[in-house]
């Protein structure tokens, strides 16, 4: 098994690009999430999914959207990048039978906007 | 404000030497796992603690679970260079499909 993908693995934007992490599980996890971690530090919620068609909130939206339409994928899209969001991008996913949620997590997107 | 606080932020020791890391919180949590880090890879899980007072071993890795959940505690023992790395803490709030992460610890260790 795969487990989790992302990709691209780094990118480089300018300010106002747009662009879509990809991130894709193959282990039939119902809920998937997205982080950020920037230097040195720990890991940021930016939105999650219980399930396709079904997203949340997390602690650092803003700027972001994000889509679930199938089980394996959930893709987090940019709008007008900005420096901030320069930081290392982690998908991870969970198992919903777990009551602990326990989370698996890909290798990660490095991105800088400058 | 961090929901989970992790200490220390950093810490370098000698190859040999034991240590131990705190994650604290005002919080009840329903698990808490630790995860490691090394770096350009994602966290990967070491363990998951469910039970206030809980204590697993994983080969010279001791984790505890605080009685009244709220906080948790990683000891090493006999340190080896293999062990550096960011080691995350994460709690489960009762009725969360989310997990809240420390800011971590940055284990150096030194041969």
């Known amino acids: 098994n795969a487990g989790v993908t992302q990709t691209p693995k780094f990118r480089i934007l300018k300010i106002g690009q747009s662009m879509t992490l990809q991130c894709t599980q193959d282990?039939?996890?119902?809920?998937m999430y997205w982080y950020r971690q920037d230097p040195g530090m720990g890991l940021k919620l930016i939105y999650y999914?219980?399930?396709?068609?079904?997203?949340d909130k997390g602690e650092v939206p803003n700027g972001y959207n994000v889509s679930r339409s199938t089980t394996e994928d959930f893709p987090l899209r940019l709008e007008l990048a900005a420096p901030s969001q320069t930081s290392v991008y982690f998908c991870?996913?969970?198992?919903?039978?777990?009551?602990?949620?326990?989370?698996?997590f890909g290798p990660g997107t490095r991105l800088t906007v400058t | 404000t961090q929901l989970l606080e992790q200490s220390p932020q950093f810490l370098s020791i000698q190859e040999g030497e034991n240590l131990t890391v705190y994650c604290n919180s005002s919080?009840?949590?329903?698990?808490l796992q630790w995860y490691r880090q090394e770096p350009g890879e994602g966290p990967v899980l070491l363990v998951t603690?469910?039970?206030?007072?809980e204590v697993k071993k994983l080969k010279r890795l001791t984790f505890q679970f605080g009685d009244a959940r709220k906080d948790s505690s990683l000891h090493i023992t006999a340190a080896q260079t293999g062990d550096t790395g960011l080691y995350l803490c994460?709690?489960?709030?009762?009725?969360?499909?989310?997990?809240?992460f420390g800011q971590g610890t940055r284990l150096t260790i030194n041969p």
């Open positions: 282990m039939n996890h119902n809920y």
């Open positions: 991870a996913s969970s198992y919903a039978g777990q009551s602990t949620y326990e989370q698996y």
């Open positions: 919080s009840v949590f329903s698990s």
């Open positions: 994460a709690g489960r709030l009762q009725g969360a499909q989310k997990l809240v």
């Open positions: 603690v469910v039970t206030g007072g």
């Open positions: 999914s219980v399930g396709a068609g079904i997203t």
